[in-house]
Structures are given as structure tokens and as C-alpha cells.
């Protein structure tokens, strides 16, 4: 599962700075079937989560109709300097995780 | 009599036609694809982030690094810095391989460097790994028009290519000309017939809900004529995308592209 992680470096404390993740995932919907008529089992990320310093900021919990390769986009207040934490789960159980550093001023 | 003058008249008229046909030309003015698409897909595109081909381009640098094959070596152990090494190198391509002299393509050029250099076995042609390269490395050329050659030992293909991009095939008797050289630009149900051209690929195409190859379209289309698919990589399809590349003129390549 590659992923793309989209956080300013530098922030301002009080800021509102957007986040944006991209994880190339099928999001298999449970609808589909195969070329023999068999059908296809869900299998989307049903749980996405970022903790910033530890502390959950945001989540995200995904169903059916979420496209493949999901891209989510969100805004958090900058508080502190320190780590972005992201962690996904799909419906098979596998597990997924990035983390980025944020510098913030003042 | 005058009737029988007519049919003459006509036939001589649908012969002309078919060798007007068969010559090689360029739509006027050259547009790409993106210019068709409307002003969603064109800034999804755009926006390097959420462009969702660039998670193909992530996972091509990673395997550009990664060490693969009996050799234990990795593209970059050769190549280095594929943002230098790599500039230009996508524009050149479909062209004669020097080796064995037949036309090849970048995915096929991929694909010979893994067994030869790498002692490495082959990638499926439309596996993720293989576009994650390919994409990597054509995207190093964007900006740049293709510079291939047409002559020499590549002439043949490119005649070949011209010629099946004429022909009539599948029950719905279409050959690529009528849609992308004779009605750019007109509706087909909600959408507007493009150029067809070759610069954007790899794409990430919407429907698809995944990146495809070049060859992979020409599937796509042919499956919408209803004409016998080719498998990818097929000799005929490296033709076809030889012709492609000698039409799309000028037109710089812009990949990784996002198609509806």
C-alpha cells in the first residue's frame, strides 16, 4: 500500500493547517464479482486515524462508497512542535502507518 | 448508363478516399487529451497531490532504489539520480533496439534491463510494479515532445502503425481515424471525442478506478468496436504507439495523466 502524506513543515502555533493523505488502496466494494460470477468480498479501509503528539485529531471511518485510492483532506490547529501519526485498517486486517514531523513557531 | 457512370464516379471516388486515408497526418490544431476533459479532471491532474497516479510515481521511486534480481542491483545502482539520468529519456521511445533490432518501448526497455542487467524475472506488463516505473520515468520527461525516429529500421513500424490506425476493424467496422482524426472534438453520448494521443500515459483513468497503460487503452478501445484485444506489449500495438508518438508532434508529454 503506497501512501502520499501532505503536512507543512513549519507552522505558526494557532494555526489552521490542512493535511492531506492519499493511499492507493482498491476499495473493493462487495458488489462486484469476477470474470466467473464469484463474487468479489469487501475489502475497503474502514478506519483511518491521525494522532498528533499522541492525541487523536481526527478519524475516519469509511464504507462502500469511498472511491479506490482514497484521498481525504482535513485541517487541524497547530499546537506544538512534534509528530503526525496516521494509521489505516482495511476490512482483510491489514494495516498501514505513516508518520511526518511538524516544526511549529512561536 | 448514366447510373453505371455514377457507380464509376463513386467507386473511383471511395478509392481515392481509401489512399487519401492511408496517408500520415496530424490533426490541426494538436490538442491534448486534457483539453477535453473538463476543468475537474484537468485540476485533479494538475494538483501534483492529489493526482492519484502519483501513488504509482511513489511506488516507482521506491523501486527505482530497490535492489532486485540475482545481480542484487538496483535501477539507480546503474543509473543514479533518475531525475537526471532519466530527463529526456521517455520522448525517445518506442525505438529500434539496438541489440536485437526490432521496435521496443519503455515498458519493454524496463523489462529488458531487469532480465538482462538485473538477472531478474520479468514484471507483468500491467502490474503495479511496471507502472509504478514506467510512470516514474516518463514523468521525468514531462514538458518534452517525443523525439523518435521514423526512418531506417524503424520505417516499417511506423508504416505499419499508420496503416492499422486505418484500418477498419471489429463489428462495428471503426478504425481509430474516424473517432480521433475525423471527429475530434464531437460528442460521443456524454463525451467529447479527444485526439487520442500517447502523451499522457500512464494514466490514472477514472473509470478504471486505477492506473493503466498505454496498451491497456488501445484494449479498451478495441473492446469498444468490438475488434479482436491484442495482449499488451503485442508487435502491433508497439506499432500503433509508434505512429502515436510521430502524430502527437509537439505535444509534450504529461504524465502521470488523469482521464474520466
Redesign the interface.
Known sequence: MAARISVPQNARRGDSIEIRVAIQHPMETGYRTDDNGTSIPKNVINKLACRYNGAEVFRAEMGSGISANPYLSFFIIAANSGELRFDWVDDAGVTGSERTSIIVAG | MIRNRLIVVLFAASISAGVMAQSAVRPVPLKSGIEFTGAEVRALQNDE??N?G???V??GA?AWEQPAGGENRSCAGCHGDAAKSMKGAAMRYPQIDKADGGLINLEGRIQQCREQRQNAAPLKYESEELLGLTSYIRMQSNGMPPNISIEGAARRHFEQGRDLYYKRVGQMNLACAHCHQDNWGKKLGPETISQGHGNPYPI?RLEW??MGSLHRRFRSCLSGVRAEMLPQGAPEYLNLELYLAWRSGNLPIEAPGVRR
Do not use: D, H, I
Open positions: 497531490f492529489a492519484p502519483m501513488l504509482w511513489t511506488r521506491a490514472y478506478q486505477t
